[in-house]
């Protein structure tokens, strides 16, 4: 059974910083197609954040490039999400997701979620 598991979110004054971790459990990285985090702010749909692909190109969304980093240990099956320089518009529910192959398409996992709210 694959379990996402989100940690490390909470409120925090513009300019700050926050880093998100997520425990992978059931599937190892080497099987992922690709790990990340996605975020939803209210009345506004579901956005990628960034991601690790399994040969570990990592992608950013435009609006947090040069801010935020992604990382992963493949070792302990976890991945983080520093956040710096936090905005208001940063303000939303923070989900780890991982993407695994199956046959000619592929399966979506998520985390339950975690909320990040930046205050101006």
């Known amino acids: 059974q694959v379990q996402l598991v989100e940690s490390g979110g909470g409120l925090v004054l513009a300019g700050g910083s926050l880093k998100l971790g997520c425990i992978v459990s059931?599937?190892?990285?080497?099987?992922?197609?690709?790990i990340g985090w996605d975020r939803q702010a209210p009345g506004k749909q579901r956005e990628l954040v960034a991601d690790?692909?399994?040969?570990?190109?990592?992608n950013y969304v435009d609006s947090v490039k040069g801010r935020f980093t992604v990382s992963r240990d493949t070792v302990k099956n976890t991945l983080s999400l520093q956040m710096n320089s936090l905005k208001p518009e940063d303000t939303a529910v923070y989900y780890c997701?991982?993407?695994?192959?199956?046959?000619?398409?592929?399966?979506?996992?998520w985390g339950q979620g975690t909320q990040v709210t930046v205050s101006s």
């Open positions: 997701k991982a993407v695994r192959t199956h046959g000619v398409g592929w399966i979506d996992y």
């Open positions: 059931g599937i190892t990285f080497s099987s992922l197609k690709t």
């Open positions: 690790i692909t399994t040969f570990g190109s990592i």
